[in-house]
């Protein structure tokens, strides 16, 4: 497990650059992204749900609330990014997946 202050830096940065994936990708779907003190929200135009990104320091994991389930995603050293164990997706492709599904809208793309 990584320490606390790594996680910090880390998590920061995944979520930052998740947000910014989000911001352009906007433009072409339907919700929105807003950041409020530290957890990373997406809410949809329809207002029927929201995504929820938040950083568990305890754990050291980023935990994604998204269509009713709930993504815990490690640290991955090998891959430099936070990724669902289950998977092995990154939290951009899991979210960019979780993203096409909500919306059914397979052209949406988080770079």
Same mark, same amino acid.
């Given at each position: ?9 880390? =998590?920061?940065?995944?979520? $930052?650059? /998740? ?13 929105? *992204?807003? #950041?409020?003190?530290? @957890? /990373?929200? @997406?809410?949809?135009?329809?207002? %029927?749900?929201?995504? @929820? ?11 994604? =609330?998204?269509? %009713? ?6 640290? =991955?050293? #090998?891959?430099?990014?936070? *990724? ?5 997706? *990154? ?6 997946? /979780?993203? !096409?599904? !909500? /919306?059914?809208? %397979? %052209?949406? $793309?988080?770079?």
């Amino acid at each position: 497990m990584i320490d606390e202050s790594t996680f910090r830096r880390v =998590s920061d940065q995944a979520l $930052h650059a /998740l947000k910014q994936s989000l911001i352009e990708a906007e433009q072409d779907g339907g919700f929105e *992204t807003e #950041d409020n003190n530290g @957890v /990373l929200n @997406v809410l949809f135009e329809d207002g %029927s749900f929201k995504f @929820v990104f938040t950083p568990q320091t305890p754990v050291r994991q980023i935990w994604i =609330s998204a269509r %009713s389930s709930s993504f815990k995603l490690d640290w =991955s050293e #090998d891959q430099g990014d936070f *990724t669902l164990p289950k998977t092995g997706e *990154t939290i951009k492709k899991l979210t960019e997946r /979780l993203l !096409q599904e !909500q /919306l059914a809208d %397979s %052209s949406i $793309h988080l770079a």
